[in-house]
């Protein structure tokens, strides 16, 4: 079956810097991505999402960047911070599955102070 | 709005015991979904529903029952508890848009 991947499972940066953490996707058909981040003990919370008529959307120091060629999600965080340290997913949804995400293993975000 | 809320937040059961995971939600979401996680798994739909009186199995069903009787709430049920059903158990509900809302999650021990 078609699944989503991350590259790194582990990602360790410095407080400031930009962190860009990764996700590969291999259904073509999916039409709609989210990004979600997962604090230690928590629920995962939205942070982001995309359509696949788009290549780019911004928030608040968060970037999502979909490049449909190579099936690749990227989630870009500027000046990254103490507090965004957790666990952050991708999911991909497929047009016509109605309500069915299938999310990524996930990749833990490390900032040092 | 207190959005979704799961009870218990801890639970340790037997092999063959038999609860109810509580999920609520207070937004008048359509949509109800329960998802367990384990390490290295990522989260795995397990059921869900698209209103009141209609549920559907998700990807790893098996164990577990679910109903909707009622747009805020949705439980699931385990008839007999295995130690392979240990996780820690997410309840999302959302709208018609497609902007999950999860709950704080159930930890399950099964021994």
């Known amino acids: 079956g078609e699944s989503v991947g991350l590259h790194l499972p582990t990602l360790s940066v410095q407080e400031g810097d930009n962190s860009i953490i990764n996700c590969a996707y291999s259904n073509s058909a999916s039409d709609y991505f989210i990004w979600y981040k997962q604090e230690s003990g928590k629920g995962p919370q939205f942070i982001i999402d995309i359509r696949s008529n788009m290549d780019k959307r911004q928030g608040q120091r968060v970037t999502v960047l979909l490049n449909k060629t190579v099936k690749h999600l990227s989630l870009q965080i500027a000046a990254t911070q103490p507090g965004d340290s957790a666990v952050y997913f991708c999911?991909?949804?497929?047009?016509?599955?109605?309500?069915?995400?299938?999310f990524g293993k996930g990749t833990l975000l490390t900032v040092n102070p | 709005n207190a959005g979704v809320t799961q009870t218990p937040k801890f639970q340790v059961l037997k092999t063959g015991q038999s609860m109810t995971l509580q999920c609520a939600q207070d937004?008048?979401?359509?949509?109800m979904s329960w998802y367990r996680q384990d390490p290295g798994m990522g989260l795995r739909l397990i059921h869900y529903s698209v209103g009141a009186g209609i549920t559907d199995q998700g990807e790893v069903p098996n164990g577990y029952n679910v109903s909707r009787s009622t747009t805020e709430d949705f439980p699931l049920r385990l008839l007999s508890a295995a130690p392979s059903q240990t996780s820690v158990y997410f309840c999302a509900s959302r709208p018609g848009g497609e902007t999950q809302y999860f709950g704080p999650g159930t930890r399950l021990l099964v021994l």
């Open positions: 999911a991909e949804q497929t047009g016509g599955s109605n309500y069915k995400l299938t």
């Open positions: 937004m008048n979401h359509e949509y």
